[in-house]
């Protein structure tokens, strides 16, 4: 098949049916507190595709950053990333099934020049909400395509019918991915058949109260995964041998001096060219995240712990500059598209090292603890108990205590340890699915209105303590908004009190909230604060609270000041180093 950049060729192609390619969002998402990390394309258009107009128009194309933690524990076979980028295009209320079917279909059959006979569809086939979807079925068939399945709402409807927010059937298009002969009738259920794009015609808002009712536009919500369509346009069914990974996977084969067709060692591998490439990509995000317990922060010390495990799997020596050869990779890869990674180089490798250093001490204390216990178990068994702890206190693989167990003729009871570790993974996805649903979240009216007192909040700060103050990060739910921002020191109480009484001035003071768009520069020149400069296109929506506050910003935001009611500060601490956070509610 054809050799092409798919991402040049994705954004020119739609770029020249007259859509504006944007940047990628952040990997972490602002103002969501559902969700930890961007997913899909679509996540941070929520607001465009609910009717708020998006500053470049009503045509989108872009490739987003995202990252799902779902797939944690299958890295290592040849298909699954944690970090994969998306290719989409979006339709906010102006183009709906026609375009975007045509469109998708010249894209595959006349730039990758995939055959007609190749390609297989299906499309939704209806419930008591919305009914099949005759009319996609017709516009295949007028382009020549007759294998069309019809599946139900697990399969066409997207994200799902229990996840609030915007959504709609869909059409996925599949494609052969064998040399055995295309079958004449199309059966999903075949592997061979693989999904390469998904275009959802977004036109329902699922309400808190479960009903789906009629979004304000008709939208179309496309998306493709360069990773998967990379190797199947480049002839792989595994993934890792594609030119999306080619060049790690070979570098790893440099510092290790193994070979990646060597069977024993591709696994690791797999692992470790996944998670750098994801550790760069969130630890090189604007929002700044650092390894921690909790969180993105935890995301990224489990890759970083997980990805070192399986360098010394692969006898690295990890104490030399293994990992930084292979950030610096990624960052000179990546940086066209994402600048931010160039911008922030130092401190990714430097978050990589510190890490690094604490966990080759964890791992000693590990070693000690291992020594300690051993003298202790009853027989000649390592209990899953004590298993267990080495794994989820000190790190330990269970494989690297297995190997230590047996240089002393000690058995573990592994299988007694995989039941626990599964027990214990089934609590965390549980406690964990609130947060990883896919963070389609609601701006209801609460969230709304803590949008805007973050903006006052903002100003208010700024007067208080000095113009030293900038946003650093963002979080909203219905009930309190949190807000981080740089400063030296903790706030005294009288700082509190006045930010607070300046905030709640503002309020009375029922100023107007105008939203305008303009030129990225003309923006910045009248002085307007932007958290994530790089993520904003050439035109910018600004919101504008008098003579106040200036800020770039996608809203939504209230009309009127006077709206909020009263602001409260319920809490001033610490959140990371020169940066401090309030807690606040309207009430
Ligand atoms: N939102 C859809 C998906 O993620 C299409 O972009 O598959």
């Not at 604490?358 to 204390?365: A, I, M, Q, V």
Request: hydrophobic share 35%.
């Amino acid at each position: 098949m054809k050799n092409i950049d798919l991402k040049e060729a994705y954004l020119k192609f739609f770029e020249s049916k007259g859509h504006k390619v944007i940047p990628s969002a952040p990997i972490i998402p602002e103002n969501d507190p559902t969700c930890l990390f961007n997913t899909a394309g679509m996540q941070p258009l929520v607001p465009y595709l609910k009717g708020e107009p998006h500053p470049e128009g009503k045509r989108l194309v872009d490739v987003q950053k995202c990252f799902r933690t779902n797939d944690l524990d299958s890295i290592g076979d040849t298909t699954h990333h944690t970090f994969f980028e998306m290719l989409g295009n979006w339709s906010l209320g102006d183009y709906f099934k026609k375009e975007s079917i045509n469109w998708s279909f010249e894209f595959l059959t006349k730039v990758l020049e995939i055959p007609i006979d190749k390609i297989a569809v299906t499309v939704f086939k209806g419930n008591n909400i919305v009914p099949a979807d005759e009319e996609s079925a017709s516009i295949w068939k007028s382009l020549g395509i007759n294998k069309i399945a019809y599946l139900g709402e697990e399969h066409n409807w997207w994200p799902n019918m229990e996840l609030l927010g915007p959504c709609g059937p869909d059409t996925e298009i599949f494609y052969w991915r064998s040399t055995e002969k295309t079958p004449d009738v199309f059966d999903p259920e075949n592997e061979n058949w693989v999904e390469i794009w998904n275009n959802v015609f977004m036109q329902y808002n699922h309400e808190n109260d479960g009903k789906f009712t009629a979004l304000k536009n008709k939208n179309v919500d496309t998306g493709l995964g360069v990773e998967r369509v990379t190797a199947i346009l480049e002839g792989y069914t595994d993934n890792y041998k594609s030119s999306v990974w080619k060049d790690v996977i070979n570098k790893i084969e440099e510092i290790s001096k193994l070979s990646y067709e060597d069977k024993e060692n591709a696994r690791s591998m797999r692992i470790i060219a996944d998670h750098i490439r994801a550790v760069v990509m969130i630890s090189g995000d604007e929002a700044g995240i650092k390894p921690s317990n909790t969180d993105q922060g935890y995301i990224l010390r489990r890759l970083i712990r997980r990805m070192i495990r399986y360098a010394k799997k692969l006898n690295i020596d990890i104490n030399s500059n293994w990992e930084e050869e292979l950030a610096l990779l990624i960052i000179n890869k990546y940086s066209k598209y994402y600048n931010e990674l160039e911008k922030n180089k130092n401190s990714i490798l430097e978050t990589l090292k510190t890490e690094k250093i604490k966990f080759s001490k964890t791992l000693e204390h590990g070693l000690k603890e291992f020594e300690k216990v051993i003298k202790n178990i009853e027989g000649d068994t390592i209990n899953k108990d004590i298993a267990f702890r080495l794994y989820d206190t000190f790190g330990f693989p269970i494989e690297l205590t297995e190997e230590l167990a047996k240089e002393r003729n000690l058995k573990v009871d592994t299988q007694g340890f995989k039941e626990k570790f599964a027990e214990h993974q089934e609590k965390s996805r549980q406690g964990a699915t609130g947060k990883f649903k896919g963070g389609l979240a609601s701006t209801g009216e609460m969230e709304t209105k803590y949008h805007t007192a973050t903006h006052l909040l903002n100003a208010a700060l700024k007067k208080v303590l000095g113009e030293h103050v900038h946003q650093k990060g963002s979080n909203i739910t219905a009930e309190r908004m949190r807000f981080d921002f740089s400063h030296p020191t903790k706030m005294t109480d009288e700082e509190k009190k006045k930010t607070e009484d300046l905030v709640n001035e503002y309020i009375k003071m029922a100023i107007p909230v105008e939203r305008l768009e303009m030129k990225k520069e003309e923006a910045l020149k009248m002085g307007a604060e932007a958290m994530f400069i790089d993520k904003y296109g050439e035109i910018v929506t600004v919101y504008k609270i008098g003579n106040i506050s200036i800020e770039l910003c996608g809203g939504p935001h209230v009309k009127n000041t006077s709206e909020l009611g009263h602001f409260r500060i319920k809490k001033e601490e610490s959140s990371s180093a020169g940066v401090r956070r309030i807690k606040a509610i309207l009430e």
